[in-house]
């Protein structure tokens, strides 16, 4: 790795600043911690708040980069081998929200597939756009999305302005991205990639190819979940030879992020890189070995069985012959052990390792899942959801007058919110769409078994949000 990526130079800026001011008559007011509650500065420290800075001297501005925000940008896109890369402080929700909108004019299409993340559809709600739904392959035995369907992007990107592509899977399933992004470069359109759950991917060679190195035309990935920055803290991407203009999409994060970007999100952006950039290898060959270890240990208990994933730091372990379901086992696991899982569904757990754990970690998991309790078995995996009928865009049918009825009335109706059971972990209806006899029967039944609903304003389902006719 250059000898230039041995820099943070935000995060040296930031302890230069520190060192120099002697009188910082700016915000934020707690000024470096002095006038922070005394508990709060005792638990957090001293130098993390003296770092909790604006646009002082030397510390360049988010939005307008000539400085060392410029030069730690510069340094993710070299360590990443984009051609660009912008700090996010708003997740990667903000940088989907931007490169939605840099993509696509009001009015026009984006292909989509149904198991994109809700943040994707908060954008076709921002920008205004049409989706053209791609259908998504389930797994049969855990019942969890695991790709988009190849047919169905296809048809899906005919009339559209973009595709959106999820790579990897909330479960570490990468899918075939090289023909995936192959066949919307042949229909002449961008590709915009969620890496979320992928950032450490350009780290190593085990691990599935970045969808950068792929050749993707804009990328976001959220680098407080694997890549060892702060919560709230991701980067957005541009691949080299991208077909959207940097211009462009620096002018639509400027609309989506906060005037008054955290420096310490920035600076631990700008750490963590570097760390990647020089150890990410060791590091992630630690996480690997460990997580085959894990899957060795999990694999010897009776009733547990790890489904392979294409990201072996995923241990997404099937509870099914356990005779207990995911949900109670991760319930189980947090009351009797301390064990808290990344998530938890119908017929599976989900871990995350990462070069934050140790030995220690394996053992203790393994211990306790060595004596989950066999429980009143794991009711049968839903049907897949019906496929949806789109009758107006979900920005009319969100923003526009709307009103909660009581779901059983629904049926007929044009939904004005997203709601997405897990399982199957995708929406069963979305804003916009029509509420037919099966969706609210579908719902009705999620609703019942008491399956988490992601979305709707009512979180039993009792009622629905649904368009004001
Ligand atoms: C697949 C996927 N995309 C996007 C997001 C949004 O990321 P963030 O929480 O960084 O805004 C998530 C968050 O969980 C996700 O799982």
């Not at 001293?46 to 340094?75: C, F, N, R, Y």
């Not at 053209?132 to 019942?143: K, Q, T, Y």
């Not at 959106?164 to 192959?182: C, D, R, S, W």
């Not at 609309?255 to 008054?260: E, R, Y």
């Amino acid at each position: 790795m250059a000898e230039e990526q041995r820099r943070a130079p935000l995060f040296e800026a930031l302890q230069a600043y520190a060192r120099k001011v002697r009188a910082p008559l700016h915000v934020p007011g707690h000024k470096m911690g002095r006038a922070a509650p005394p508990e709060w500065r005792a638990f957090l420290g001293e130098s993390g708040l003296a770092i909790d800075q604006t646009e002082a001297p030397g510390l360049d501005d988010l939005h307008a980069p000539e400085g060392v925000i410029a030069e730690a940008q510069e340094l993710a896109a070299a360590a990443f081998g984009a051609w660009r890369s912008y700090f996010l402080v708003g997740g990667t929700t903000a940088g989907l929200h931007a490169l939605i909108l840099a993509a696509c004019e009001p009015g026009t299409a984006i292909a989509v597939p149904r198991h994109a993340h809700r943040s994707v559809l908060g954008a076709l709600i921002l920008a205004g756009l049409r989706p053209h739904w791609v259908r998504v392959a389930f797994d049969p035995e855990l019942g969890l999305a695991t790709g988009a369907d190849r047919g169905s992007l296809q048809e899906a990107l005919q009339g559209a302005a973009a595709a959106v592509l999820v790579h990897p899977t909330y479960y570490g399933i990468a899918a075939a991205l090289e023909a995936e992004i192959g066949l919307v470069h042949g229909a002449g359109l961008p590709v915009l990639v969620d890496e979320a759950h992928g950032t450490h991917f350009a780290f190593h060679p085990d691990l599935p190819p970045s969808a950068l190195s792929l050749g993707a035309d804009g990328v976001v990935q959220s680098v407080h979940k694997t890549g060892g920055s702060l919560t709230q803290s991701s980067l957005c991407h541009l691949g080299r030879g991208s077909r959207l203009t940097p211009a462009r999409v620096a002018e639509m994060l400027r609309l989506v992020q906060t005037t008054s970007p955290s420096y310490l999100l920035m600076a631990s952006l700008d750490v963590a890189r570097r760390a990647l950039a020089l150890e990410g290898r060791a590091a992630w060959e630690r996480a690997l070995v460990l997580a085959e270890e894990a899957r060795r240990r999990v694999e010897a208990i009776p009733g547990l069985r790890v489904r392979p994933t294409d990201d072996p730091t995923k241990l997404l372990i099937d509870v099914r012959r356990r005779s207990i379901s995911g949900f109670r086992a991760a319930e189980w696991l947090w009351d009797e052990a301390g064990v808290a899982v990344e998530a938890a569904g119908l017929t599976y757990l989900l871990a995350v390792l990462t070069p934050g754990d140790t030995m220690e970690t394996v053992d203790t998991l393994a211990a306790a899942l060595s004596r989950l309790p066999s429980d009143e078995g794991v009711p049968a995996l839903p049907p897949e959801p019906p496929w949806p009928e789109v009758v107006m865009t979900p920005r009319a049918a969100y923003l526009g007058p709307k009103r909660a009825v009581p779901l059983e009335e629904a049926v007929g109706r044009i939904a004005a919110e997203l709601v997405a059971p897990y399982p199957p972990g995708i929406p069963v209806v979305a804003p916009g769409e029509r509420l037919t006899r099966d969706v609210v029967d579908y719902l009705g039944h999620a609703a019942r078994s008491g399956w988490h609903l992601q979305g709707p304003a009512d979180p039993r389902l009792r009622s629905i949000q649904v368009v004001e006719e």
